[in-house]
């Protein structure tokens, strides 16, 4: 059985970091492209970045370009969002996304809440 668990959320204020950590488990880790989203309230779930099946390869949603990155762990099946200089809008519950494009496989998380506070 696949599951997929974020955790590392938080309190925080703004300026500061967090990182958040997505365990995988039940599949084949180093065959999906693994990607963050989040979702504010009344807003739609949007990405904020993907890293590719070795982790060569990185793309951010222009909002956090600079600030946030994404590595992962492919022996441990685990995946990082590393998140600096946190604003107010990045308020969010944040999900872990797990991809295998030649299967169309996909995999969701429950989500960690990040509450950045004034």
């Known amino acids: 059985q696949v599951h997929v668990v974020e955790s590392g959320g938080g309190l925080v204020q703004a300026g500061g970091s967090l990182r958040l950590s997505c365990a995988a488990s039940?599949?084949?880790?180093?065959?999906?492209?693994m990607s963050w989203y989040r979702q504010a309230p009344g807003k739609e779930r949007e990405l904020v970045g993907v890293i590719s099946t070795t982790g060569s390869s990185t793309n951010y949603a222009d909002s956090v370009k600079g600030r946030f990155t994404i590595s992962r762990d492919n022996a441990k099946k685990i995946v990082y969002l590393q998140m600096t200089s946190l604003k107010l809008d990045d308020t969010a519950v944040y999900y872990c996304n797990a991809k295998w494009y030649a299967t169309s496989t996909n995999h969701w998380g429950q989500g960690t809440q990040v509450t950045v506070s004034s």
């Open positions: 039940g599949l084949t880790f180093r065959m999906y492209d």
